[in-house]
């Protein structure tokens, strides 16, 4: 049994920051890669950033210099730090969590988490 539990949104101001967490637990082998997702009213889920274990990590260009992500190993935990929000940043923000499954992977999604960017 995998866990992915977000936390960390909330109402801002555009121009303001917020920080988001994720932490899995249980069962957890050999991660390929933490990541957040966004989805907005009426559009696709997208991704937002990820970062590859050993690799790196990987934005969307609507954040690049915007958000940042991070991740604690010994935790199996992953940040995003977003600053500079928008209107157009307003979401539901996913945390992903893909455990290697040779030769792929498993998908695993946190509930969400509500983001709101207004005045």
């Known amino acids: 049994q995998v866990q992915v539990v977000e936390s960390g949104g909330g109402l801002v101001q555009p121009g303001g920051s917020l920080r988001l967490s994720c932490e899995a637990s249980?069962?957890?082998?050999?991660?390929?890669?933490m990541g957040w997702y966004r989805q907005a009213p009426g559009k696709q889920r997208e991704l937002v950033a990820s970062?590859?274990?050993?690799?790196?990590?990987n934005y969307a260009d609507f954040v690049k210099g915007r958000f940042t992500i991070s991740r604690d190993n010994a935790k199996n935990t992953v940040y995003l730090q977003m600053n500079a929000l928008k209107p157009d940043d307003t979401a539901v923000y996913y945390c992903?969590?893909?455990?290697?499954?040779?030769?792929?992977?498993?998908?695993?999604w946190g509930q969400g988490t509500q983001v709101t960017v207004s005045s």
């Open positions: 992903n969590l893909k455990i290697v499954n040779s030769p792929q992977y498993i998908n695993y």
């Open positions: 249980g069962n957890i082998f050999s991660i390929y890669a």
């Open positions: 970062i590859i274990t050993g690799s790196g990590t």
